[in-house]
T-cell receptor, first 112, second 112 residues
Framework: EDKVVQSPLSLVVHEGDTVTLNCSYEVTNFRSLLWYKQEKKAPTFLFMLTSSGIEKKSGRLSSILDKKELFSILNITATQTGDSAIYLCAVERHNQGGKLIFGQGTELSVKP | NAGVTQTPKFQVLKTGQSMTLQCAQDMNHEYMSWYRQDPGMGLRLIHYSVGAGITDQGEVPNGYNVSRSTTEDFPLRLLSAAPSQTSVYFC???????????FGPGTRLTVL
């Protein structure tokens, strides 16, 4: 059975800390992994990863995929209170783009 | 573009009632999906569609029906509401495989 597992499920840090969120997967015919941020409303897209070892960056956020070990990490450096959110990862199979498989999410809380 | 819109934003039903959650997108996306989000469980796929006239079941389809008569609209019908269907429902759309998925603002449904 296809599975996407995120860890930790929740995390509390202080402003300025660096955090690493994990997403592991067991999915047949894997094509890509997507990261989303959700702040009390609809998820918003962060990254799509398809190739191993190529880091994607956006400001203080970065992410990388390891297709051999079947996981991805999302790093947030110099965290701010505005980074508080649920971070979701999802996996897509080849030619099944209508059917993303989501993990449980990691709830990040950044304290001042 | 309005993006993905959902109505209503909030709804309270009694057990056994039926209702339809509306979803529309104006981006001419082929793929549309319905998810439910419960605490600690991420997003679970209910039904999805890869084009007008084509729908398929996701992980948790029981108790829900969908149809896709136009590209723009993808309504979700609850046939006989149950307390277990209390959740936040998100509709999403996507241009096709390997693209970003856009989410609507969500509908918070309570079944008493």
């Amino acid at each position: 059975e296809d599975k996407v597992v995120q860890s930790p499920l929740s995390l509390v840090v202080h402003e300025g800390d660096t955090v690493t969120l994990n997403c592991s997967y067991e999915v047949t015919n894997f094509r890509s992994l997507l990261w989303y941020k959700q702040e009390k409303k609809a998820p918003t897209f962060l990254f799509m990863l398809t190739s191993s070892g190529i880091e994607k960056k956006s400001g203080r956020l970065s992410s990388i995929l390891d297709k051999k070990e079947l996981f991805s990490i999302l790093n947030i450096t110099a965290t701010q209170t505005g980074d508080s959110a649920i971070y979701l990862c999802a996996v897509e199979r080849h030619n099944q783009g209508g059917k993303l498989i989501f993990g449980q999410g990691t709830e990040l809380s950044v304290k001042p | 573009n309005a993006g993905v819109t959902q109505t209503p934003k909030f709804q309270v039903l009694k057990t056994g009632q039926s209702m339809t959650l509306q979803c529309a997108q104006d981006m001419n996306h082929e793929y549309m999906s319905w998810y439910r989000q419960d605490p600690g469980m991420g997003l679970r796929l209910i039904h999805y569609s890869v084009g007008a006239g084509i729908t398929d079941q996701g992980e948790v389809p029981n108790g829900y029906n969908v149809s896709r008569s136009t590209t723009e609209d993808f309504p979700l019908r609850l046939l006989s509401a149950a307390p277990s269907q209390t959740s936040v429902y998100f509709c999403a759309s996507r241009e096709g495989n390997y693209n970003e998925q856009f989410f609507g603002p969500g509908t918070r449904l309570t079944v008493l």
